[in-house]
Structure formats: C-alpha cells, structure tokens
C-alpha cells in the first residue's frame, strides 16, 4: 500500500509520540511493505509553523526535512500542477491549503492518507487511523 502522512502524523511518527495510533504506527513501520511519502505540502507547514511559533518543539525537523524524510525511509512527494490544480477545485468548506493539497495528492496518486482528521473522510479519500 502506498500511504501518504499527514503532516502531524509525520512528527508524530519522528518524535515517536503516542498520539499516533497503533494501526498507523504498525503501517508505517511494517519492514518496507508499505511505500510511506511526506508531502512538500508538510515540509511547507513544518517549516512554516515553526517559524511563526506554532511548532517550537520541531526545530530538529523544520531546519532538515528533506533529511528527516531520508532517515526515516520515507519518499518526498512533490507537489504538481495538477495537484495543485486539483486542490483548488476541491469542494467543501476545509479551507487549510495544507489540507487541501494532501488530499487532493491521496486522492490522485491513490494513496492512503494517513491522519486522524476525520473532516477529510468528507472528500471521500482513503484515510488511515
């Protein structure tokens, strides 16, 4: 299966906290079974969050990402014109960009996203929790 992590499942999963839950711990951890991707779109929001003081505790994350996604054995997912594209097309009244591109890329790149934001079950994405 090819899983995509939502942004707080991603640090979650780095800073091993228990907020993740078992079933996406035990999918993200299954000895390469599973292809697991983190978007541009999280690297945007990490490095973003931290620098206006959301996200104090990711410095370690936010000043190397693309080196925290290799060391973990994940995959960087770029972000398309046509997820982009798709993105903004996307009904419903979620309005996080962040959001918006992760599932417009699951959903295109038929991926699983995993997350424990129920909203996006709405847009009929394959969610993972």
């Known amino acids: ?10 640090l979650w999963w780095v800073f091993a906290d228990p907020k993740l839950s078992r079933r996406a711990r035990i999918a993200i951890d299954n000895d390469g079974e599973n292809e697991v991707f983190v978007s541009a779109a ?3 929001e990490i490095a973003t969050k931290h620098r206006i003081g959301k996200l104090p505790d990711a410095r370690v994350v936010a000043d190397d990402i693309s080196g925290t996604v290799a060391a973990e054995g994940f995959a960087e997912l770029t ?51």
């Not at 046509?82 to 992760?102: C, E, T, Y």
């Not at 699951?106 to 929790?129: H, I, P, Q, T």
């Open 1 to 10: 299966m090819r899983l995509l992590l939502d942004t707080h499942a991603f």
């Open 42 to 44: 999280s690297a945007w």
């Open 79 to 129: 972000i398309s014109v046509r997820h982009a594209q798709h993105a903004g097309n996307l009904g419903g009244h979620h309005k996080d960009p962040f959001d918006r591109l992760l599932i417009s890329q699951a959903m295109l790149e038929d991926m699983a996203l995993v997350s424990n934001e129920r909203a996006f079950d709405a847009y009929g994405v394959k969610r993972l929790w």
